[in-house]
């Protein structure tokens, strides 16, 4: 079955550290997105990749570090530098950046720092 | 930039019709998507929307307007299991999705 994982889905840490959520695809998508969503609020992006070793900042970069060293794979790192990092991460995949650019998400992460 | 307005809830019956508009204001213009989303779940796909006028998908139909940067996502014999948020999303210049703040729609008996 192809698709989109995330994990874990409950993630707690202490004010302070890093965490690094997971995201992994086998669609054989080309773009990889982040998103952040807090409740009441829509979805606002974080970072986004078009390709393997290219990634660029969203709207709401401060705090947050990505890698794409594979297609299939885009973690995001929450650093302490986050001021306020608890919310509902999801992680998207499209085939391209282009019209029609349907996106499928993975099922997310919720994040609690203590 | 781009600016998406939708209301932030809407209650309907069972049964019944019902209409959640999105406004926008976008540089560039490359679609309009409405996603689906239950209380912590992944969104998921409803409809694209690129050319003016309605795509009809069963029960769901959406509709756009570029010149008046309207679009509305009419949901019809409303289920229970309807009861979700709706988010309108914006395919601007740069083919990155903005995404409105979600309608959240609650459907009763």
């Known amino acids: 079955d192809g698709g989109i994982t995330q994990s874990p ?12 959520l997971s995201c992994e695809q086998n669609l054989n998508h080309d773009a990889m997105y982040w998103y952040r969503q807090d409740p009441g609020q829509g979805l606002r992006l974080i970072y986004y990749s078009q390709i393997v070793n290219d990634f660029q900042k969203g709207d709401i970069a401060e705090g947050y570090s990505v890698s794409r060293e594979k297609k299939e794979s885009f973690p995001l790192t929450v650093t302490s530098a986050q001021k306020n990092p608890t919310a509902f991460y999801l992680c998207a995949s499209s085939p391209r950046l282009a019209a029609y650019n349907e996106q499928f998400f993975g099922p997310g992460t919720r994040l609690t720092v203590l | 930039g781009q600016n998406i307005d939708q209301p932030t809830e809407m209650t309907a019956t069972e049964g019944a019709i019902v209409q959640i508009n999105c ?6 213009f490359n679609g309009l998507f409405w996603y689906q989303q239950h209380a912590g ?4 796909f409803l409809s694209y929307n690129v050319l003016d006028g ?8 959406s509709f756009l307007s570029r010149s008046k940067g309207y679009s509305y996502l009419l949901l019809k014999e409303l289920q229970m299991k309807d009861s979700a948020s709706y988010l309108c999303a914006v395919l601007g210049g740069s083919y990155i999705p903005t995404f409105g ?3 959240s729609l609650i459907v009763h008996p």
């Open chain 2, 41 to 44: 779940e992944a969104p998921t």
């Open chain 2, 54 to 61: 309605l795509e009809e998908k069963g029960r769901f139909s």
């Open chain 2, 23 to 28: 406004t926008y204001q976008t540089s560039g």
């Open chain 1, 9 to 20: 889905k409950y993630l707690f840490r202490k004010e302070g550290q890093n965490v690094t």
């Open chain 2, 101 to 103: 703040r979600g309608t």
